[in-house]
């Protein structure tokens, strides 16, 4: 099996290289006053360019009611991102799936490693976006900017390196990876917005997984090794709720999955819009 495994190790490669951005561009800013690299996945600028996390960007447009035009460049590419291959930020990029591999990590070698307990409806995770949105425009600020778990992870290191002390937001960190005890990636499955929205834009995403009917065993390793407990074994990796990690591919002995890109005229029946599974 460990000769099956391609995509891990890139995987937590590009993980680990993305959260040391975030973790050492404090010190540099704030020790080197190196400026080059500010911020960061809420809101991050390189040089003259400058990345919006799509939810954020469009949770300021909502509230504020003004249309600010770098804003909307700097959502862009995410957008084209996410609309090409689909939530991949999630699955490659975002601390807090980071943090989480860690920790699976931590409950393997500790043999605590269990079953989902509870699942739930994947409509919540349209809701989760919904309500997310619809709540801020009543309250008139910018809930995800302020509470976005990727985001607060960022901020915390900002905080210990500058003042020296840590926001209590931080707590919800800490929740997101107490969840998971309870069922893999629950945050991410059931309740963080910016997943939905980035879900949303890949709904007709390029690059899928792809299974091959006639080398799949329908043994069901790569469902066992999704975290978020999607079927591969039943084409839901060509669906908006997978984001592209790779896991079913290296888990799939036969090696009947893998990446593709999905031809312009591809219909997939599982590949159902919000909110409709």
């Given at each position: 099996?460990?000769?099956?495994?391609r995509?891990?190790?890139?995987?937590?490669?590009?993980?680990?290289?993305?959260?040391?951005?975030?973790?050492?561009n404090?010190f540099?800013?704030y020790?080197?006053?190196f400026?080059?690299?500010q911020?960061?996945?809420?809101?991050?600028?390189?040089?003259?360019l400058w990345?919006?996390?799509?939810?954020?960007?469009l949770?300021?447009?909502?509230?504020?009611?003004?249309?600010?035009?770098p804003?909307l460049?700097?959502m862009?590419?995410?957008?084209?991102?996410?609309?090409f291959?689909?939530?991949v930020?999630?699955?490659?990029i975002?601390?807090?799936?980071?943090?989480?591999?860690?920790?699976?990590?931590?409950?393997?070698?500790?043999?605590l490693r269990?079953?989902d307990?509870l699942?739930?409806?994947?409509?919540?995770?349209w809701?989760?976006?919904?309500?997310?949105i619809?709540?801020?425009?009543?309250?008139?600020?910018p809930?995800?900017?302020?509470?976005?778990?990727p985001?607060?992870?960022?901020?915390?290191?900002?905080?210990?390196?500058?003042f020296?002390?840590?926001a209590?937001?931080?707590i919800?960190i800490?929740l997101?990876?107490?969840?998971?005890?309870?069922?893999?990636?629950?945050?991410?499955?059931?309740l963080?917005?910016?997943g939905?929205?980035l879900?949303?834009?890949?709904l007709?995403?390029?690059?899928?997984i792809f299974?091959?009917?006639?080398?799949?065993?329908r043994?069901?390793?790569?469902?066992?090794?999704?975290?978020?407990?999607?079927?591969?074994?039943?084409?839901?990796?060509?669906?908006p709720y997978?984001?592209?990690?790779g896991s079913?591919?290296?888990?799939?002995?036969?090696?009947a999955?893998?990446?593709?890109?999905?031809?312009?005229?591809?219909?997939?029946?599982?590949?159902?819009?919000?909110?409709?599974?």
């Open positions: 099996m460990s000769e099956n495994r995509f891990r190790p890139w995987r937590l490669l590009v993980q680990t290289l993305a959260f040391l951005l975030i973790l050492l404090p540099l800013n020790y080197w006053h400026s080059f690299v911020g960061w996945y809420q809101s991050l600028g390189i040089g003259k990345f919006v996390s799509p939810l954020e960007g949770e300021s447009i909502l509230v504020s009611k003004t249309i600010y035009f804003l460049i700097g862009l590419v995410p957008v084209l991102l996410a609309l291959l689909g939530r930020f999630c699955g490659w975002c601390p807090i799936h980071f943090l989480c591999e860690l920790e699976d990590s931590l409950l393997k070698l500790l043999g269990k079953r307990l699942t739930l409806p994947r409509l919540v995770f809701f989760a976006l919904v309500g997310e619809l709540l801020a425009m009543i309250l008139g600020a809930l995800f900017v302020f509470l976005s778990p985001g607060l992870v960022g901020r915390e290191i900002m905080m210990a390196v500058f020296h002390t840590l209590v937001e931080g919800i800490v997101v990876l107490t969840l998971n005890l309870l069922t893999r990636r629950f945050f991410c499955r059931y963080c917005p910016l939905a929205l879900a949303f834009f890949g007709r995403r390029r690059l899928v299974r091959d009917q006639e080398r799949c065993l043994c069901g390793l790569c469902d066992r090794a999704c975290p978020l407990g999607l079927s591969p074994s039943k084409d839901e990796g060509l669906g997978c984001w592209n990690c079913c591919v290296d888990a799939c002995l036969p090696k999955l893998s990446f593709r890109w999905r031809p312009l005229s591809l219909q997939v029946q599982n590949d159902n819009p919000p909110p409709g599974e």
